[in-house]
């Protein structure tokens, strides 16, 4: 806030005075765009919520989703509260597989939440995959005894 007080005098002597208050609010604006976001240097996905499908007998190490990002110097990572049991890894090209066994029975789809952390100015965007896990027939038929 910036106060101005000023004072004078007018021809007849009398000392005059007046007041004004002037409040300026700065605000830093989130960006909206591609353009304001490479403006404040916040990485972001080119495609921030990807979906898939991959059967529960997917070997380990399958790929399911490459992330691309605007900035090129960034640490990719998964929110591990997203995936407790560490079944999916993402290296640092961002490329998402599997990382343990999944099973359809156990859990039918994964929502990860993925982490991409400038190295210049430690800002974070998040994307989200979703995978959903198909069914194989891997549970035999059991008879009933009557």
Known sequence: MARYDGAGSDRDGLLHT???TLVVFIEDETPTTETDSKNENNPFFTESDIKTSVYENAKIGTSLAKFRVSKDQVTFSIDRTS??????????KGIVTIQRRLDREDIPRHHLKILAVSELTGLTATATLTVNVQDINDNGPRLLKV
């Open 18 to 20: 007046s007041t004004a």
């Open 83 to 92: 995936d407790r049991r560490r079944q999916f890894a993402i290296d640092q």
